[in-house]
């Protein structure tokens, strides 16, 4: 697939994107990175800020199939995989699929199901793939993975561990939306109280998944110049040696980061990287891949501050 014609799919995509959802422009974006990137995307923010109906109008544009899971604490593995079942007729076991086998997985406050349930996951978003029975079965390869939690209340959660947070491409922090925006919404939404039913909005899918395949193989043949590779591995690698971070970033992190940044340059319309997209995307590749020291926290220091210093303190390549 052409540059433009991957660039006049994404606009498609988030015009359609618009008739739903207001005010949150460059979530959409990132989204449009993880989906071009195939990485899996963390939503944090407080309620009522549309992070499950954006998920739910982002797919439904795509023309993927999608499946919603609300995590609870009392989900289990096989909620969420499936399960082989007798059949007596046949005298056969017989797969009964879970959500999971869906090109779309939303998967709805994650941190409120216990780490059994999220570990379930794991194998899934990294290797597409779940294993039931000692038998391997494979997921579409459109398989994404969109997840939302709330970073305010903490009673009966569970957090995830950072096994599980470094399978996500990005974690993106959904903010409330500005006044001009927060206008908007109430005039959009304010004649009902429940979540809008998407179909009402007559959305036209921007894609389906033989186009997300190309859109996904264009990215991958951008060009990464050699000093922006030195550039991306720079970056990660000054996240180990902080006095501020506990663990920094792994080379998984390097590599996710170079992967997101071919996506922001195909959306651009360039074929090559610049640090324009390297830094646009650090902090949301990297926020959730470090963990800051007891007295950094004491200090009051946040993931976000001691990235954005590391980032002014490493030149860029002309």
Known sequence: MELAELRTIAERLRTEVRRVVVGQAAVV????????????????????????????????????????????PD?????LLGINLFDFQT??????????????????????TPPKTQAALLEAMQERSVTLDGTNHR??????????QNPIEHEGTYPLPEAQLDR??????????????????????????AMPEITSFGLQPAADLEAVRAMRAAVRDLHLADEM???????????????????????????????????????????????DDVKALYLPVLRHRIILSAGAEVEGQTPDRVLGNILTSIAAPR
């Open 91 to 112: 005298s056969r076991f017989t797969l009964t699929k879970g959500p999971i086998f869906t090109d779309f997985l939303l998967a709805d406050e994650i941190n409120r």
């Open 75 to 79: 989900l289990l593995p096989s909620d």
């Open 29 to 72: 974006d990132l989204l449009l990175v993880a989906l071009l990137a195939e990485g899996h995307v963390l939503l944090e923010g407080p309620p009522g800020t549309a992070k499950t109906l954006l998920a739910r109008t982002f797919a439904a544009c795509l023309g993927l199939d999608f499946k919603r899971v609300q995590f609870t």
């Open 168 to 193: 996500f491409l990005i974690k993106i922090e959904v903010p409330y939306p500005d006044r001009d925006a927060e206008r908007a919404i109430v005039k959009l939404h304010g004649n009902r109280t």
């Open 229 to 275: 590779a030195d550039y991306i591995v720079d970056l990660v690698r000054a996240t180990r040696d902080h006095a501020a971070v506990l663990h920094g970033g792994s080379p998984r992190a390097a590599t996710m980061l170079a992967s997101a940044s071919r996506a922001r340059a195909a959306l651009d319309g360039r074929d090559f990287v610049l640090p």
């Open 139 to 148: 997921l579409s390869d459109g398989f994404l993975v969109v997840a939302t």
